[in-house]
């Protein structure tokens, strides 16, 4: 199994552009999620789904879609980049209330 | 008020000693979650708790809800054990986790 996968390992973007953070696991999860870890601070919540069809926000949503076509895959879209955007992004996925939270390898984004 | 939080930040230990991290909580919890995020970014989990005590190899885990407070002990601690540890809590059935910030270990040979 390959658990959970991230792509792209890095990117920059310049203000404006819009980009799309790719997120897979192949371990049948229905509970998935995004996460921005920033210096200082614990990962925050971007978006969450507990399976194919419905996705919710969490505490920091604003600039991010999500959607969950297929138990596999959530990918993260930003709109329109922003500088307050580069951060590290973590996807994970749990079975819900699952005893083990998988993480992917984590996005570096940097937005000028 | 952060509603997780862990102490110390920062801590640093030569090989052998034993470590402990604490965690705190002010809202009430389904269950706890150790992690550990490894120098190169990746993150792991170690134990998920809603009550009592859990060890695997050198780690300890323990909660006390009445209490709101966990604690994560490291026992004869190595260089390899440097990581940041990360306590995080469940609110509800789902998976959503609120995460503390953090401790940094460095142990030292």
């Known amino acids: 199994n390959a658990g959970v996968t991230q792509t792209p390992k890095f990117q920059v973007l310049k203000t404006g552009q819009s980009m799309t953070l790719q997120c897979a696991q192949d371990?049948?999860?229905?509970?998935m999620s995004w996460y921005r870890q920033d210096p200082g601070m614990g990962l925050r919540l971007i978006h969450y789904s507990v399976g194919a069809g419905i996705t919710d926000q969490g505490e920091v949503p604003n600039g991010y879609n999500v959607s969950r076509s297929t138990t596999e895959d959530f990918p993260l879209r930003l709109l329109s980049a922003a500088p307050s955007q580069t951060s590290v992004y973590f996807c994970?996925?749990?079975?819900?209330?699952?005893?083990?939270?998988?993480f992917g390898p984590g996005t570096r984004l940097t937005v000028l | 008020k952060n509603e997780v939080e862990q102490s110390p930040q920062n801590l640093t230990a030569q090989e052998g000693e034993f470590i402990t991290i604490n965690c705190s909580y002010s809202?009430?919890?389904?269950?706890l979650h150790w992690l550990q995020q490894h120098p190169g970014g990746g993150i792991v989990s170690l134990f998920m708790?809603?009550?009592g005590k859990k060890k695997h190899g050198r780690l300890i885990a323990t909660i006390n809800i009445q209490e709101k407070h966990s604690s994560l002990h490291i026992t004869a601690s190595h260089p390899r054990d440097s990581a940041v540890y990360i306590c995080?809590?469940?609110?509800?059935?789902?998976?959503?986790?609120?995460f503390g910030k953090g401790t940094k270990l460095s142990v030292k040979p």
């Open positions: 371990m049948n999860h229905e509970y």
């Open positions: 994970a996925s749990s079975y819900p209330g699952g005893n083990e939270q998988f």
């Open positions: 708790l809603s009550s």
């Open positions: 809202v009430g919890i389904s269950a």
């Open positions: 995080a809590v469940r609110r509800g059935s789902q998976g959503n986790l609120i």
